[in-house]
């Protein structure tokens, strides 16, 4: 069997391409940033290639710091995971972050 990569840029009107979603647990930098906050800073920044869900959970780690369990649906085109990830550690106010879970949709 043989798999041919198609980038988005080769597409014509009509094709489909497949979606892809990528579940990032978001830490906060430090116990004194709130994480509604740091989760509104990410929904106003995320670059246009990636929806981030509406429901986004929150949960207790460890000293005070909150992680959000965010999940971004965007094409499955080459680049666009590296492209997430230097925007969550380039984003201010945003502390660690830890891909949990991928997958096609």
């Known amino acids: 069997m043989f798999v041919q990569r198609v980038n988005s840029r080769d597409l014509k009107r009509g094709d489909i391409m497949a979606k892809m979603v990528y579940q990032y647990d978001v830490k906060t930098p430090s116990p004194n940033v709130d994480a509604e906050t740091m989760i509104e800073n ?4 995320v670059p246009e290639e990636y929806q ?3 429901k986004v959970e929150i949960k207790p780690m460890f000293f005070g710091i909150k992680a ?4 971004f649906v965007c094409d499955d085109d080459e680049g ?3 492209k997430l990830e230097n925007f969550l550690t380039e984003l201010d106010g945003v502390g660690e972050w830890e891909l949990s879970f991928i997958s096609r949709l």
């Not at 990410?42 to 920044?45: E, M």
């Not at 959000?68 to 999940?71: M, S, V």
Request: glycine share 0%; net charge neutral.
């Open 52 to 54: 981030l869900q509406q």
């Open 42 to 45: 990410i929904r106003a920044n």
């Open 80 to 82: 666009l995971q590296d």
């Open 68 to 71: 959000a369990i965010c999940q």
